[in-house]
T-cell receptor, first 115, second 110 residues
Framework: AQTVTQSQPEMSVQEAETVTLSCTYDTSENNYYLFWYKQPPSRQMILVIR????KQQNATENRFSVNFQKAAKSFSLKISDSQLGDTAMYFC????????????WGLGTSLAVNP | NAGVTQTPKFQVLKTGQSMTLQCAQD?????MSWYRQDPGMGLRLIHYSVGAGITDQGEVPNGYNVSRSTTEDFPLRLLSAAPSQTSVYFC?????????FGPGTRLTVL
């Protein structure tokens, strides 16, 4: 069975600094998707970044980038120049690339950005 | 595009009452799902649907029913509410693995 593990329940970072959130997963599939979602206090789930397993290049979205290590089954999220609005729960998720698109979720990392 | 909409945003029920959480999407996505979110438990899949007329169970289906008569709508029914169903409920629709979430419903069962 596929699993997603986020080993850091809570993290904090100073404003303008860089922080990395860890995620590891387990699967026997070769083709799949990986995601990072952000959930601020408003409760809305917001997609931060998506990575397709067949792409070797790491995905980036402005201040957010990933370090995708397929062999190690690792998918960490780096937030550069942290802002107060980045304070949120961050969830890592996995999805097969087939017709069944169920997401498998990690338990989340609570990130606090301090002024 | 409204995206994924959910109603109501908040609901309080008494034990034993039934209710339906509504979910609709206007993106013509085939795949829709319902999750519940509890502190320290992440998101758990209740039921999902890969298209109109097709539904299947997720991790925690007991106490919930779903139907999918149209592509747009995917209501979640609580048959006889229990305090253990106090949670935040999210509906999502999906395209090429990318899930779009509704704003959530906070349900309290007394």
């Amino acid at each position: 069975a596929q699993t997603v593990t986020q080993s850091q329940p809570e993290m904090s970072v100073q404003e303008a600094e860089t922080v990395t959130l860890s995620c590891t997963y387990d699967t026997s599939e070769n083709n799949y998707y990986l995601f990072w979602y952000k959930q601020p206090p408003s409760r809305q789930m917001i997609l931060v970044i998506r990575q397709e397993a067949y792409k070797q290049q790491n995905a980036t979205e402005n201040r957010f980038s990933v370090n995708f290590q397929k062999a190690a089954k690792s998918f960490s999220l780096k937030i550069s120049d942290s802002q107060l609005g980045d304070t949120a729960m961050y969830f890592c998720a996995f999805s097969n690339a087939g017709n069944n698109r169920k997401l498998i979720w990690g338990l989340g990392t609570s990130l606090a950005v301090n002024p | 595009n409204a995206g994924v909409t959910q109603t109501p945003k908040f609901q309080v029920l008494k034990t034993g009452q039934s209710m339906t959480l509504q979910c609709a999407q206007d993106m013509n996505h085939e795949y829709m799902s319902w999750y519940r979110q509890d502190p320290g438990m992440g998101l758990r899949l209740i039921h999902y649907s890969v298209g109109a007329g097709i539904t299947d169970q997720g991790e925690v289906p007991n106490g919930y029913n779903v139907s999918r008569s149209t592509t747009e709508d995917f209501p979640l029914r609580l048959l006889s509410a229990a305090p253990s169903q106090t949670s935040v409920y999210f509906c999502a629709s999906s395209y090429v693995g990318l899930q779009y979430f509704g704003p959530g419903t906070r349900l309290t069962v007394l």
